[in-house]
């Protein structure tokens, strides 16, 4: 027996179905004490409970489900998607994690996506009907269109947003109401944008949109750094803030005042906190009064 086939056969049997809930399992209880990602918002939980399932029982009911392996492919492409981006958004720890698991072992959960991601590739290659295929390869691309428009519905909002955090609450009727504006505002003490190791509490909420939105405009096109941004402000701008870097945090104080302007209905502290270890600073942190 070759050394693929051997590879492939450990990925169909049915003891993979314990080893995934096992990995899925720890890796949830550890992010929930020591933080790689915050508490996913409704969109991103409800694609989490109908992509991740699927994989992780497949070899349980592979037999049973003919008729359906079209949809499960497309959630098996959903699955990767969510896979890549998890890779992607940890970063440097695709690296560190190895040498850091040596001083802390809970650091190999780092890798769990990677394994999920391998899986997924064998389980869906090893089929030999084209339209399997064909599923998975849908749902890659339906996720990249989805990252692609979330970039420019960031991009349509930036100049008035970051304009607003400029120059003060006046100008914050310049802002509309939608979805990417909350998430924009929210940035940094509502929204994380990266894996933050620094000791402290962290922005309690992670939204995948707003995360890809802000990368492809980095990457793509340098929204933050909007010509725009350089306009005079009616009076003085705010002291102090000047936008020099698209890495750089606006004053949080200032962010949540023009959050209350635009979205007066909206809670500004969460009940449920990101890191565990960090909920009492967060919960009490005086920026909530």
């Not at 269109?145 to 930036?158: D, E, P």
Request: charged share 15%; proline share 6%.
């Amino acid at each position: 027996m070759s050394l693929r086939q051997r590879f492939s056969g450990l990925f169909h049997s049915r003891w993979m179905a314990l080893v995934n809930i096992l990995l899925a399992g720890s890796a949830v209880a550890a992010n929930h004490y020591f933080q790689f990602f915050c508490r996913p918002v409704a969109w991103a939980t409800v694609v989490l409970v109908l992509s991740f399932p699927p994989v992780l029982f497949f070899n349980l009911y592979r037999e049973r489900v003919q008729k359906f392996r079209g949809v499960l492919s497309f959630l098996f492409g959903c699955a990767a998607c969510i896979c890549l981006y998890c890779i992607l958004f940890i970063w440097e720890w695709n690296l560190l994690a190895l040498p850091v698991t040596l001083v802390r072992p809970v650091a190999i959960l780092a890798y769990v996506p990677h394994f999920f991601l391998i899986q997924i590739v064998v389980l869906v290659f090893s089929r030999r009907r084209l339209i399997d295929r064909a599923c998975f390869k849908v749902a890659l691309l339906s996720g990249a269109g989805f990252a692609l428009v979330m970039a420019a519905w960031f991009t349509v909002n930036v100049k008035t947003v970051f304009h607003a955090l400029r120059c003060g609450p006046e100008t914050a009727s310049e802002i509309s109401q939608s979805y990417m504006s909350e998430r924009m505002l929210g940035i940094s003490w509502k929204y994380h944008l990266s894996f933050c190791a620094y000791d402290g509490w962290r922005p309690p909420l992670h939204d995948p949109a707003l995360v890809s939105a802000f990368w492809l405009n980095v990457l793509i096109e340098p929204a933050l750094r909007y010509a725009g941004l350089e306009d005079s402000c009616e009076g003085e701008p705010w002291p102090g803030f000047v936008f020099t870097d698209v890495r750089q945090r606006y004053s949080l104080e200032r962010a949540i005042i023009i959050y209350q302007h635009v979205f007066p209905d909206h809670p500004l502290r969460e009940n449920c906190t990101c890191a565990k270890e960090e909920s009492a600073k967060y919960l009490n942190d005086p920026l909530w009064r």
